[in-house]
């Protein structure tokens, strides 16, 4: 019995470890999840409060885990274990029911699971940590009471400085599409297929054609058949296939960028009228420096045009703006704004807005291509 006490506690701890790890890493991330939750619980008057829930439940997820391994209060670690596990065992049975969120965010970015394998997970997780508390009477702590309490305030402040860091840089471990040396989109872009569906008027048979294959100059069967509707299949694999580069007319031109032999720079936020003037001056101070050495520099947010054009306006601003999916925005830099590089679809490096490199240096580093 105390071989399964033992490795219960390090099994579930090293999970709970992860699961604050990955979460904690990102916790702007793990924040707009929780928005998500907010949203689909109607419980909007939550979301300003996502961000603070998001650095205490990683912290105290993390702590746990590694408390549970030190054996540092292992009964008081085990209850709270369970707690956090009910909790979460009721919403993701809730969640998988009724998908209120497609994706729970129980592992960040790292490791994507459907809504009913994350509630079976807590199911066999549950039952391990039930066991530990039925035998909670059984463990023993090597830490006195003055070393445990120190030890839980390191272990949490610490990792609660470790979330803050990452939330004001940028995240040290990337787990999302947007990681540097990533192909954002096709090296290369092969044609969508087209396929056509038609009826029979009389047998009600139906048939799929390859747009070109259809047989459209035999007049005979194109009376004898109806069209139904058409389904695209297209072979490339787009690591983002919602990211788009949109300009104030519609039109996109996500690949005329994208495929440019030369740097790319997007100057990304993702609701410009969250941003403080100094930041926008900042921005477009990088932004005129590099444009005049003859970078490509564009902006993309998930604002109005309206608000494009007001706040250019309104700060003197000269970047242009292009539209692009606010959730995809989220999703590239945890920054907003922030500056994301890229060469020939290929992601090379982010910056966090507190951090924007040297002009003289970026050009050093980054220097021009001949196109």
Known sequence: MK????????????????SGFVKGVDPLGFGYKLEDYFIAFGTQWAIPLALTLSFLVNAMEFSIGVLLILKVRPKLMTLLALLITVFFFFLTLYNAIFNAVPDCGCFGDALILSNWMTFYKN???????IFLYQQRKNFTSPWTTQTSLALMIVVYIGFAWFELYNYRNLPVVEFTAWKPGNHMIPENLLP????????????????????KDLPWQDSVWMSEWVFKNQRIDDPNKYLAPNFKIIDTIGNDLTISYMKQ???????????????KEKRLLKLNDFYKKLYETGYTVIGLTGSTKEDMINLNRRYQLSIPWFSSDDTELKTMVRSNPGLVLMKGGVLVKKWHIRNLPDVEKFKAEYPLVDK
């Open 261 to 275: 032999p030369g740097y790319l720079l997007l100057l990304v936020s993702v609701n410009l009228t969250e941003v």
């Open 123 to 129: 199911v066999v997780l549950i039952v391990f940590i």
């Open 3 to 18: 071989f399964l006490r033992n490795f219960f506690r390090i099994l579930v701890g090293l999970l709970f470890i992860y």
């Open 192 to 211: 969508a297929n087209y396929y056509l569906v038609y009826q029979n008027k009389k047998t009600g048979e139906t048939k799929e054609f390859l747009a």
